[in-house]
């Protein structure tokens, strides 16, 4: 079974606008840490935000905030007020105890902000 | 500034030869790991390694190997066992044991294409 899925393959935004790019995932560990990577062309990975699984409330980091649902398993990345060099590809990955605490990465939604 | 070098960025490798590919860090983290990205793909675990002289195969180790013989080197071979490697290698490296909180530090990547 897939440990993390992106449904969305890709995603187009218009500048300005808000977007939300969905991750569900599969644990059985109480204690684990979702986190979300972008990767432009370039391909550096860069990180954006993470949310532990004992948090009671949501993770932002400035237009990045993550909507953490946790009885659904989701934590869906919301970017408010996108621009025009957020187009990139995103990925959400998990870490936890029983996997040793490796980043197991999900198949990555590549998004396109329009001008 | 700390943070990971990957070298080269791009290299070719002819048929049957066995290449390698660089990771050095400065971040003084214990573990480091190697990843593999196919185009419009997520990332797979090839090694990872928590410790000097100690490392893991991860899920698609074969035709790989790896040695870790000082913290700061991690350095990939990827030999001509390996029957389709062109593709983008990530390195990265993390705090190991310091629970799910930390994320991974990675490298620009090195873009490998056999010829």
């Known amino acids: 079974a897939q440990k993390i899925t992106q449904t969305q393959p890709g995603m187009f935004v218009q500048e300005k606008e808000a977007v939300t790019l969905d991750c569900t995932y599969d644990?059985?560990?109480?204690?684990?840490?979702l986190f979300w990577y972008k990767q432009p062309s370039s391909g550096e990975m860069i990180f954006l935000i993470y949310?532990?699984?004992?948090?009671?409330q949501n993770a932002t980091e400035g237009r990045y905030s993550l909507n953490f649902q946790k009885a659904r398993k989701s934590a869906n990345l919301v970017i408010s007020a996108s621009q025009l060099g957020d187009s990139a590809m995103y990925f959400c990955a998990m870490r936890e105890p029983s996997s040793a605490r490796q980043l197991t990465f999900g198949s990555g939604t590549q998004l396109t902000v329009l001008p | 500034d700390g943070g990971i070098t990957q070298s080269p960025k791009y290299l070719f490798r002819k048929e049957g030869q066995n290449v390698t590919l660089s990771c050095e860090q400065n971040l003084n983290h214990d573990a480091m790991y190697w990843y593999r990205q196919d185009p419009g793909q997520g990332l797979r675990l090839i090694y990872y390694?928590?410790?000097?002289?100690?490392?893991q195969k991860g899920d698609i180790a074969e035709g790989y190997s790896v040695s870790r013989e000082k913290k700061e080197s991690f350095p990939l071979t990827v030999t001509s066992a390996q029957k389709n490697p062109t593709a983008f290698y990530l390195c990265a490296s993390s705090i190991p044991g310091a629970g799910e909180v930390y994320g991974y530090t990675f490298g620009s990547g090195t873009r490998l294409t056999v010829v």
């Open positions: 390694s928590q410790i000097v002289n100690d490392f």
């Open positions: 949310q532990g699984s004992y948090d009671q």
């Open positions: 644990t059985s560990d109480p204690s684990y840490g």
